[in-house]
Nanobody, 124 residues
Framework: QVQLVESGGGLVQAGGSLRLSCAAS????????MGWFRQAPGKEREFVAA????????YYADSVKGRFTISKDNAKNTLYLQMNSLKPEDTAVYYC?????????????????WGQGTQVTVSS
């Protein structure tokens, strides 16, 4: 059984920074890409960032490009999201995800796995 457990969320002022972590366990993730999604109140869940298994490829939503950085430590099976220059519109529940297909982890994560989410609140 796959488990993805996020941590690092919280309340921060606009312009501040947070680092989210996601610990993966329960199976081998060799070859799986990983990513972050978010869902704001009243809105659909949206893609934020993704990273390939080898970490040779990354991909970001336009709304976070230049402010967020995705990275991973394969030895620790841990995914990270460094979020800088946070804005009130970044407020959302952030979800960790993993998928065998790059095309899916960079869109809707159909057929993939999800964490339970961590709340990020950015005050103005």
């Amino acid at each position: 059984q796959v488990q993805l457990v996020e941590s690092g969320g919280g309340l921060v002022q606009a312009g501040g920074s947070l680092r989210l972590s996601c610990a993966a366990s329960g199976r081998t993730f060799s070859g799986y890409s990983m990513g972050w999604f978010r869902q704001a109140p009243g809105k659909e869940r949206e893609f934020v960032a993704a990273i390939s298994w080898s970490a040779g490829s990354t991909y970001y939503a336009d709304s976070v490009k230049g402010r967020f950085t995705i990275s991973k430590d394969n030895a620790k099976n841990t995914l990270y999201l460094q979020m800088n220059s946070l804005k009130p519109e970044d407020t959302a529940v952030y979800y960790c995800a993993t998928n065998a297909r790059w095309s899916r982890i960079t869109s809707t994560n159909d057929g993939g796995y999800w964490g339970q989410g961590t709340q990020v609140t950015v005050s103005s």
